[in-house]
């Protein structure tokens, strides 16, 4: 099956850094989607992002689905973006929209 | 909008007994639920997809008679683990698209379980 790789598995920012989080997938996806887990486990709907480039606030997102891959922009980071990101794909192998997550980036935001 | 409800956020039960979490849209009506498991510091992995109305369809490896998945009406989905053991204890997360495969899937806060 599709295969999804997130980098860099870990990174550590000092608060007001920018950091960019790669998702990279081994096949064709015909949606993309950006998550945040904070630390209660609460999955955050970032982006909702098939191709282009999108904005909100100081995160930013950008598909690049002719060439399977796609990036999380951060900016001036704060300590309350500290949590896994997750990338995830939908893989048309059935009649459903079957999400295929990555393996996530922990970051660690410090004061 | 879009908001996706699960219950209960924290459950502790002893080995044996069987445990229910329930999936809701709130203000949308929810064709697909899905059910993840997430294990301490790994990715969510999809366990089942459910139609409303019809049965689900599971993921290689996860046991239909231990996880039975209902998908009742257009905005509840349920999850019921039956007779727990210490192994089924991890996070369970659900998710509902509004239909069509191009539509994003929104997701509940999860559940966490602990079976002592």
């Known amino acids: 099956g599709i295969q999804v790789e997130q980098s860099p598995p870990d990174l550590i920012l000092q608060e007001g850094a920018n950091s960019t989080l790669r998702c990279n997938f081994s096949d064709s996806v015909n949606n993309l989607q950006w998550f945040h887990q904070n630390p209660w486990g609460q999955l955050i709907n970032l982006f909702y992002?098939?191709?282009g480039t999108k904005q909100n606030g100081r995160l930013s997102a950008t598909t690049v689905a002719t060439e399977r891959y796609s990036l999380l922009y951060i900016s001036s980071s704060q300590t309350t973006d500290s949590g896994v990101y997750f990338c995830a794909g939908v893989n048309y192998g059935g009649a459903t929209n079957k999400l295929i997550f990555g393996t996530g980036t922990l970051l660690a935001v410090q004061p | 909008g879009a908001v996706v409800s699960q219950h209960p956020s924290w459950v502790i039960c002893k080995s044996g007994t069987s445990v229910k979490i329930e999936c809701r849209s709130l203000d949308f009506q929810a064709t697909t639920m899905f059910w993840y498991r997430q294990f301490p510091k790994q990715s969510l992995m999809l366990m089942a997809t459910s139609n409303e109305g019809s049965k689900a369809t599971y993921e290689q490896g996860v046991e239909k008679d231990k996880f039975l998945i209902n998908h009742a009406s257009l905005t509840l989905s349920t999850l019921t683990v039956t007779s727990a053991h210490p192994e089924d204890s991890s996070f369970y997360i659900c998710?509902?698209?509004?239909?069509?495969?191009?539509?994003?899937?929104?997701f509940g806060d999860g559940t966490r379980l602990s079976i002592l």
């Open positions: 998710s509902a698209s509004s239909g069509p495969s191009n539509q994003p899937q929104h």
């Open positions: 992002i098939p191709s």
